[in-house]
């Protein structure tokens, strides 16, 4: 588990080799840059105009060496001030945008990226999923932790209740929504076990709650193959009822012979 997501710091570190660059470059700063590529793969549009305001800021204070060049003059001594507040700030940013950039990048490997304005954007439209559960993000959630789980044993009775998921949605989208209502409470469970995995704490208390959450996967995967069970078999008795009843209609009518 790295300092800012969950994955390792070797993946964090390659990640930020460029802004550790940027920090070692004095000349030619390289901060605008590197902050332009991450507001490009994490997608946030006021990293992409600070780094376009900073590159800007760069080329004002190149002009100003040329004009200034020769001679050391109040001019050149304000300049040289000014592109040591530019270096400290730009990589002072970079600095402070390293754990969301890192979180950003994690979450893209989940599910693509979307632009956002602001990070409180993002953290708005992740409340907004929270209360709103739906199928998509339902699967998602389910497949995300099926994948960080180390436990084989809940990885596969998550692809049950995934498979199972799917199943019914095909067969009743509605059905799907409330199987959601009743059953959403797995992703909780499941990101528990993931937190206590990622603690790396092999005491009798972690042991124990991760052997307690792992029965209750055990038992929802059970239930969850009942209710879908019991779900399609009333389907299968009302289209056999309908059947029954279209039939009679026909014999009524004399369109059928008994």
Not at 10 to 17: A, P, Y
Not at 79 to 97: H, K, P, R
Request: net charge positive; proline share 2%; aromatic share 10%.
């Amino acid at each position: 588990m790295g300092w800012a997501t969950k994955k390792s710091k070797r993946w964090e570190l390659g990640r930020l080799k460029w802004t550790f660059l940027s920090i070692l470059m004095f000349a030619p700063p390289i901060h605008p840059l590197v902050m332009m590529s991450q507001a490009s793969k994490g997608k946030v549009r006021s990293w992409y105009l600070l780094s376009w305001l900073l590159l800007f800021v760069q080329f004002g204070l190149f002009y100003s060496f040329y004009i200034f060049a020769g001679a050391m003059s109040q001019g050149m001594l304000l300049t040289v001030c000014g592109y040591i507040t530019s270096y400290i700030v730009g990589n002072g940013l970079l600095l402070n945008q390293s754990k969301s950039y890192l979180q950003r990048l994690e979450l893209g490997e989940v599910r693509p990226l979307t632009w956002i304005n602001t990070l409180a954007d993002q953290r708005r439209l992740e409340l907004a999923q929270a209360q709103v559960e739906t199928p998509q993000s339902f699967v998602t959630k389910l497949m995300y932790f099926q994948k960080e789980v180390d436990n084989r044993n809940i990885q596969q009775y998550v692809a049950k209740i995934v498979r199972l998921f799917h199943l019914l949605e095909q067969r009743d989208v509605q059905e799907a929504e409330k199987f959601l209502v009743r059953h959403g409470t797995v992703v909780n469970v499941l990101r528990e076990y993931d937190d206590l995995e990622n603690t790396r704490l092999h005491n009798q208390v972690t042991l124990d709650s991760k052997s307690k959450l792992e029965a209750v996967l055990a038992q929802a995967a059970t239930a969850i193959e009942i209710d879908v069970t019991n779900l399609i078999k009333a389907r299968l008795l009302d289209v056999s009822a309908e059947s029954d009843v279209y039939l009679q209609t026909l014999k009524n009518k004399n369109l059928l012979k008994d």
